[in-house]
């Protein structure tokens, strides 16, 4: 079983639309997670980041973070074409400390 | 200013070479890596260098070796590359050591590489 499990994409949604990213941790001892998006070519930004059971909202970005069932997920409201890109969840603490485990990446398209 | 910087961008060479990637941090970080990305985009850590001193070490070929020679800097050193070594090679930094408080890594660009 992978440490970080992402949905399989590709996703794709319409321009506008609400675009939906999932991810399961294993390591019940992990403490803090991360979205990163990493465009074509270039190397992964850090867009949010979350550590509290519960939503966390940045801009068009919401995190969520339920850690009795041990899923993250990112929405991203509003969805532009300037969001297509690979996204990149990744867990710290527990087993993970001193380092972040990737998850395998979800690669969205937004199409207009 | 670039934050994390690695040299070079490209790095295309034989099997058999030795080859060496530098990275530079002018964020004041106190912790360092080095992560590898495989052609699925899967991301891995490498090393990890506090003030210097390695502290993560993961499993990896020791044909791979990391220097440190201040806490700006963090260099990758490869051996005798062979063809599987080919990935993209990103380094990073973040302010303390990555864990429960969420300590943010920031990357440099990446240094593609390819053995032929």
């Known amino acids: 079983q992978k440490e970080v499990e992402q949905n399989s994409g590709p996703l794709s949604v319409p321009e506008g639309a609400i675009a939906s990213l999932n991810c399961t941790y294993s390591?019940?001892?992990?403490?803090?997670f991360f979205w990163y998006r990493q465009y074509s070519g270039k190397s992964p930004e850090l867009i949010m980041f979350i550590y509290s059971n519960g939503d966390k909202e940045d801009g068009r970005f919401t995190a969520q973070l339920n850690k009795a069932s041990q899923y993250v997920s990112l929405l991203i409201r509003d969805s532009q074409p300037s969001d297509s890109a690979t996204y990149l969840c990744?867990?710290?603490?527990?087993?993970?400390?001193?380092?972040?485990?990737f998850g395998q990446g979800t690669i969205l398209t937004v199409h207009p | 200013d670039t934050a994390v910087s690695q040299t070079p961008k490209y790095l295309v060479t034989q099997m058999g070479n030795d080859k060496s990637i530098k990275c530079e941090q002018n964020l004041g970080h106190d912790t360092m890596y080095w992560y590898k990305q495989d052609s699925k985009k899967f991301l891995k850590i490498m090393f990890s260098y506090n003030n210097k001193e390695l502290i993560i070490n993961e499993t990896v070929p020791n044909r791979f070796s990391p220097k440190s020679p201040d806490k700006a800097h963090l260099n990758l050193h490869i051996n005798s590359l062979e063809l599987g070594d080919s990935a993209v090679y990103f380094c990073a930094s973040s302010h303390e050591r990555t864990g429960g408080l969420g300590e943010k890594l920031f990357f440099g660009s990446g240094t593609q590489l390819s053995v032929l």
């Open positions: 990744a867990s710290g603490g527990g087993t993970s400390y001193g380092k972040l485990t």
């Open positions: 390591d019940r001892g992990s403490q803090s």
